[in-house]
């Protein structure tokens, strides 16, 4: 799978046009507190790079659940082989149902790549109510931003969880 061809033809989903780097996935990961985390969500999880991050650095008894809309993308994740690992080949407007359908109540982080900026008002109010609804009180919720477009929105939804 190519990243860039996919970027292009699913450019407001994807909203990059190169994968995140090792590096990037090691700062992101960084202000999460991983001995007690027990449930962390990733949001976009494109071609893993920060999925194996979070990996390597969770409890053997922790569980990520990583959501990537896009069909390509969703089967190269579950290709990675780490049973601590769960692929949801949905958007995170859905992550609310999702974790309900498990019994699943709040995560302990939220790491997300999803390109705020260029969704819809609609969908990036539903998906940032999502995510809020979905942290723990002491939570984190990181966001890769691309642009700072939507940077104010984020900071006061999220006051001190938003890294």
Known sequence: ???FVESLKHWPTIGAFAPCSSA???KVTRPVDFSHARLVVELGGGTGAITKEILMRMRSDSELITF???SPFAEALRRIPDSRLTVVNDGAENLGVYLASRGLEKADAI???LPIGTMN???RAKVLDEVMHAL????RYIQVQ???LSRKEIKRKFDAKFC
């Not at 723990?136 to 939570?139: K, L, P, S």
């Open 1 to 3: 799978m190519d990243f």
């Open 24 to 26: 990037v996935a090691e």
């Open 68 to 70: 990537e809309i896009l």
């Open 111 to 113: 790491i997300s790549t």
């Open 121 to 123: 008002r609609t969908l």
């Open 136 to 139: 723990h009180q002491d939570a």
């Open 146 to 148: 691309y642009s700072l």
